[in-house]
Nanobody, 130 residues
């Protein structure tokens, strides 16, 4: 059974930083693409970042590019999302997701497609105050 557990959420002031962690268990995740998504109240789920299995490729939407950094430590089966220059509109529940085999590496938009991810964590709340 694959499990993903997020941690690191909390309350932070605008302009501050947080680092989220996603710990994987059940199998080695080195071959899995990992992504972070978020969902704000009353809004649809939004893609935040993705990283390839090797960690050599990363993907971000314009809304977080330059502020968020996704990384992974395959030896620890742990993935991270470093968030800086946080804004109130970043407030949401952040969830990590994992998949293997469902993404076409030459199609960037596949990484942002939540339907391609097989495994999800329960989410961690991030609240940015103004």
């Amino acid at each position: 059974q694959v499990q993903l557990v997020e941690s690191g959420g909390g309350l932070v002031q605008a302009g501050g930083s947080l680092r989220l962690s996603c710990a994987g268990s059940g199998r080695a995740f080195s071959g899995y693409t990992i992504a972070w998504f978020r969902r704000a109240p009353g809004k649809e789920r939004e893609f935040v970042a993705a990283i390839s299995g090797s960690g050599s490729s990363t993907y971000y939407p314009n809304s977080v590019k330059g502020r968020f950094t996704i990384s992974r430590d395959n030896a620890k089966n742990t993935m991270y999302l470093q968030m800086s220059s946080l804004k109130p509109e970043d407030t949401a529940v952040y969830s990590c997701a994992a998949q293997i085999g469902a993404i076409r590496p030459w199609i960037t938009s596949d990484y942002a497609d939540a339907l391609r991810y097989n495994y999800w964590g329960q989410g961690t709340q991030v609240t940015v105050s103004s």
